[in-house]
């Protein structure tokens, strides 16, 4: 492509659960545009609540497939109002929600290939999906499937040996399976059945696009070890799968030019190359450039912590999937349900509300807490499986009633912490000397918080100050699928990326704190977890 790499720029995409966003970076790695489109308030017309359609039974939760396509219509149509220079865009690729699915109806590639510019996206693909409504990560109306499914090859264990998960309801498996028997015309009636994320990049290249290792590994379908289809799991799940998913591609796969459309359209270059879009998890350990020995913290409405590791070792409890940036390597995926609403509730009870209480009385009381511990579950946890309730233990191991308002503040915190530790270390995650833990969230703008975090991990703590870190990590993998995946590490070619900023160090002699507390607090949560 022609120009100067001071005019290259890189555009990423997420088409997330409440918006579709854009980030374009220049040749350093720099954002130099953004924007955005929120389903719920720019496109009311599809009556959806946070991006989502939550259905009668609670369980089913599905979004309009179409809602997707116009705000990826809208979104570029700001861009063009707002003067973005598309001709200087060398490389593209995106992410989406994770685990939901969209079903192209037969004879849809035939349109998708052919469309004209005078007319919207939408306008030529509203009749081009078999199944309206998408479902997505918000559903969990596939309990019974996912048991069926893990007895199918030999039990939740080996599911989760072969695929990196045991059978988890929002994983697109059982969702596919649901659709092939409650919808069987549907279902026989779609020739290809897309995540969002490969979803957008076939949106882009005009074509259907394969689905990427990282983000197939969400499905409960891929073998995460050979890279390819468990074929027990895609047979459980219906009829001619395979054919529907076509073949699961690397994570940096360069998929080829652009679509005419976007070329005539908004004057997109002609060789912009189009990367293999992933899911948003995988998307954001690439925009949090997440290194071997490192771990990201997000801390927010739920809590997560990723984990880069050489070897899986996959567990009742753990997400491994592929790394979306070196191909032979994993991450583990760790949820804990109880996270920012529950410090909420710790901040309003014994902190009159009021954050700078909270860091007040954190503060004042010492590391490791006396030996006190609590366990903090208001509502059902993923890990311990269905714990639920508020648990405190003296430094005995008693368990106790209560504890004074700065005591429950710091044992909710190092609670909360331990927890992320112990099983980081299940999954097979070590602390080394160069460990940094790379915290996102809400309550990473709270120091008093990551000096906890940084001194039960006895390691730095560093934020990136960036709040759409999937977005920002397809920019930068479209600079690392153009250059040639394979080729270059992803590592070499983000690190002078502006932004990632120190932001604690560990305390001295917090190691020796905490080394033995983990040890105690996996005695009491088999305690708790058995209550």
């Given at each position: ?56 039974d609670n369980h089913t939760v599905t979004a309009p497939t179409l809602m997707w396509v116009e705000a990826v219509d809208l979104v570029l149509s700001k861009m063009k ?22 079903y192209w109806k037969r004879g849809a590639v035939d349109i998708l290939s052919n469309m004209e510019p005078e007319k919207s996206l939408k306008v030529q693909l509203q ?96 073998n995460i070890h050979k890279k390819q289809w468990e074929q027990g799991c895609v047979d459980f799940c219906g009829a001619g799968l395979v054919e529907k998913l076509g ?285």
């Amino acid at each position: 492509m022609a120009g100067s790499d001071v005019a290259k720029l890189f555009l990423g995409v997420e088409i997330s659960t409440q918006q579709v966003k854009v980030i374009a970076v220049d040749n350093e790695l720099s954002i130099v545009y953004e924007n955005a489109v929120k389903y719920d308030t720019e496109l009311p017309h599809y009556g959806t609540h946070g991006g989502a359609h939550i259905h009668e039974d609670n369980h089913t939760v599905t979004a309009p497939t179409l809602m997707w396509v116009e705000a990826v219509d809208l979104v570029l149509s700001k861009m063009k109002n707002d003067g973005f220079d598309f001709s200087k865009v060398v490389a593209l690729s995106g992410t989406g929600q994770q685990h939901g699915s969209v079903y192209w109806k037969r004879g849809a590639v035939d349109i998708l290939s052919n469309m004209e510019p005078e007319k919207s996206l939408k306008v030529q693909l509203q009749e081009c999906f078999s199944v309206a409504d998408s479902p997505i990560w918000m559903d969990s109306s596939t309990t019974a499937i996912c048991h069926q499914l893990e007895e199918s090859v030999g039990g939740a264990q080996r599911l989760a040996s072969l695929s990196g998960s045991i059978g988890v309801e929002r994983f697109t498996g059982p969702q596919i399976a649901k659709i092939s028997r409650n919808k069987p015309d549907a279902y026989h009636d779609t020739e290809r059945i897309s995540l969002v994320s490969s979803f957008g990049a076939s949106l882009f290249l005009g074509a259907y696009a394969g689905i990427d290792f990282a983000d197939c590994s969400g499905m409960n379908l891929l073998n995460i070890h050979k890279k390819q289809w468990e074929q027990g799991c895609v047979d459980f799940c219906g009829a001619g799968l395979v054919e529907k998913l076509g073949d699961p591609i690397p994570s940096y796969q360069n998929l080829g030019p652009i679509s005419r459309y976007f070329v005539d359209r908004y004057k997109f270059h002609k060789d912009c190359a189009v990367i293999a879009f992933t899911g948003d998890n995988p998307a954001s350990l690439a925009g949090m450039r997440l290194e071997e020995g490192d771990i990201i913290v997000t801390l927010g409405t739920s809590d997560c912590a990723f984990v880069w590791l050489r070897e899986p070792r996959p567990s009742h409890y753990t997400n491994i999937c592929c790394n979306p940036v070196v191909r032979d390597d994993y991450f583990a995926m760790i949820v804990f349900k109880n996270g920012s609403l529950t410090r909420e509730r710790i901040r309003d009870e014994c902190a009159e509300a009021s954050w700078d209480r909270f860091e007040e009385l954190l503060k004042q009381t010492p590391k490791g807490n006396d030996g006190n511990i609590g366990f903090y579950y208001d509502v059902e946890e993923i890990i311990p499986s269905n714990a639920k309730g508020v648990h405190r233990f003296d430094a005995t191991g008693k368990k106790v009633g209560s504890f004074s308002n700065a005591t429950e503040i710091r044992a909710l915190i190092e609670g909360q912490f331990l927890a992320k530790r112990l099983h980081a270390e299940n999954s097979g995650f070590k602390i080394e000397p160069n460990t940094r833990i790379l915290a996102t969230g809400g309550a990473s703008a709270n120091k008093a918080i990551l000096q906890v975090l940084a001194d039960v991990f006895n390691a730095p703590v560093f934020t990136l100050d960036v709040a759409n870190s999937a977005c920002l990590g397809c920019a930068y993998r479209a600079k690392h699928g153009l250059l040639g995946g394979e080729k270059f590490a992803f590592v070499d070619i983000v690190k002078n990326a502006p932004g990632m900023v120190l932001a604690v160090a560990p305390s001295p002699g917090a190691y020796e704190v905490y080394t033995p507390m983990v040890a105690m607090y996996r005695k009491l949560e088999t305690i708790v977890s058995q209550s």
